[in-house]
């Protein structure tokens, strides 16, 4: 079992930044692949970015430029940079990590409103 716990949400106004925290313990292993989805209100939950243990990334078109992800492979901890964020971006955003399996955290909430 892998377990996650994500941080770093909260409320912003429009045009403004936060950077969310994820961190995997358990039976985590090299090779893997952590991301962030989002699940606005009455919406699906939606891809946002990932980012594989040896670097490579991914994002999704409505964040692609705004958002960037990282990781700290020492750390375990996945990392999402947003900036220039919108009103459209408030979701509840949770992290999923990959490896024999998939695992979500609980989820964090952002409010992007002035």
């Known amino acids: 079992q892998v377990q996650l716990v994500e941080s770093g949400g909260g409320l912003v106004q429009p045009g403004g930044s936060l950077r969310l925290s994820c961190v995997a313990s358990g039976s985590t292993g090299p090779m893997y692949t952590m991301g962030w989805y989002r699940q606005g209100p009455g919406k699906m939950r939606q891809f946002v970015a990932s980012?594989?243990?040896?670097?490579?990334?991914a994002y999704g078109d409505t964040v692609r430029g705004r958002f960037s992800i990282s990781a700290d492979n020492a750390k375990m901890t996945v990392y999402l940079q947003m900036n220039s964020l919108k009103p459209e971006d408030t979701a509840v955003y949770f992290c999923k990590y990959s490896r024999r399996g998939e695992y979500w955290g609980q989820g964090t909430q952002v409010t992007v409103s002035s």
């Open positions: 980012i594989t243990s040896w670097g490579v990334t």
